[in-house]
């Protein structure tokens, strides 16, 4: 079946029965003719072809969505946002796991190029990427999800970061905590380099010195990686009570080293992450966490790039999401 034929079905003829089947320009058509148009193509079996389309508007429709570690339970809810959100307008994500593994991103990254995908979301932005830096000067429409980077111009959406470790200080503070450590994450990403700042600020903001030996350093947002920050704090006697991580999985790294040396958490150490990651509520005891709408992160990266894809620049929107406490069982008063 062609687009002739729905036409003739319909009663119109081929350019409007094609603005009525095209999302883009539907609102060009009369809803009644509209309706007419699309009965006709359903009771024909009439599917449009991609193929044809992206030749005639050299688009299309696929957007890239690069993502650092699938298996980390934050990004599907991201990824789900932006497909729903790109699929609205009639276009479709492609997924790219990279790993955190900067040859196989660029790889992923010419693949999709080749592919001629109209945009990327990019997720595993590092603060001085030779990627972003190359789609600067080829003017691709790129934005940031979960990341942020100067220097690049490039549209971005991501939590409040260093309000989100502040209020997971003032949280612990409250409780009684003063010696509190923090596993920091990877300093060349905005999410580990902005909750170190924000913890640093938290704790000058209490009147609370910032130990060095209470600083983890994460090469990772892992759980390896957070067992390991967290038995080398334990193995060095700092006399922490508790731990500010910045993120779950690290977080959850932590509940391993002290399993491994026998203290417990709450009663001997309090642990706070940040994500609010699905499944973290399971966890025993459940994991005090900084949460923020994972979904909606996603939908508003999908806008943006859909913003930049029709608009092929405009002004660039910088959106961050507000973080919200909430409090499990991990954190509790310290001993005495």
């Given at each position: ?51 044809a ?40 994500a492609?997924?790219?796991n ?25 997720a595993?932005?590092?603060l ?80 609370l010195?910032?130990?060095?030996a209470l600083?983890?350093?994460a ?21 922490c ?42 966890l ?8 923020f ?7 508003e ?5 859909l ?30």
């Amino acid at each position: 079946m062609t687009l002739k034929d729905v036409a003739a079905l319909a009663g119109v003829h081929p350019a409007t029965a094609s603005r009525a089947l095209n999302p883009e320009t539907r609102l060009l058509v009369s809803e009644e003719t509209a309706a007419r148009i699309l009965a006709a193509a359903t009771s024909l079996g009439y599917r449009p072809n991609p193929v044809a389309r992206s030749l005639r508007t050299r688009r299309s429709h696929t957007v890239g969505v690069l993502i650092p570690d699938l298996n980390n339970p934050l990004f599907p809810p991201i990824v789900r946002g932006i497909e729903d959100r790109l699929a609205a307008d009639g276009y479709v994500a492609l997924i790219g796991n990279t790993d955190s593994d900067d040859e196989r991103e660029r790889l992923v990254f010419e693949l999709m190029r080749a592919r001629h995908v109209d945009g990327f979301v990019f997720a595993t932005a590092h603060l001085r990427s030779p990627l972003l830096a190359e789609a600067a000067a080829a003017e691709l429409p790129v934005v940031l999800v979960n990341r942020y980077a100067e220097g690049y111009g490039f549209p971005s959406v991501s939590v409040d970061n260093e309000r989100g470790i502040a209020m997971a200080v003032a949280h612990l503070v409250s409780l009684g905590h003063r010696r509190i450590a923090h596993i920091a994450g990877p300093q060349d990403v905005s999410t580990g380099l902005s909750r170190y700042r924000g913890f640093v600020a938290a704790m000058s903001a209490h009147d609370l010195p910032v130990d060095p030996a209470l600083v983890g350093w994460a090469r990772a947002f892992s759980v390896e990686e957070g067992d390991r920050c967290c038995r080398e704090l334990l193995a060095a006697g700092t006399g922490c009570t508790a731990v500010a991580a910045a993120n779950d999985m690290l977080g959850v790294g932590c509940y391993s080293a002290l399993e491994a040396v026998g203290l417990r958490c709450p009663e001997d150490i309090s642990v706070v992450g940040f994500n609010n990651m699905p499944f973290i509520d399971r966890l025993r005891p459940p994991m005090t966490t900084i949460s923020f709408p994972h979904y909606l992160l996603g939908t508003e990266a999908g806008t943006l790039i859909l913003e930049r894809i029709a608009a092929n620049g405009g002004p660039r929107k910088i959106l961050y999401l507000a973080p919200e406490l909430v409090i499990r069982g991990s954190t509790a008063q310290p001993r005495g």
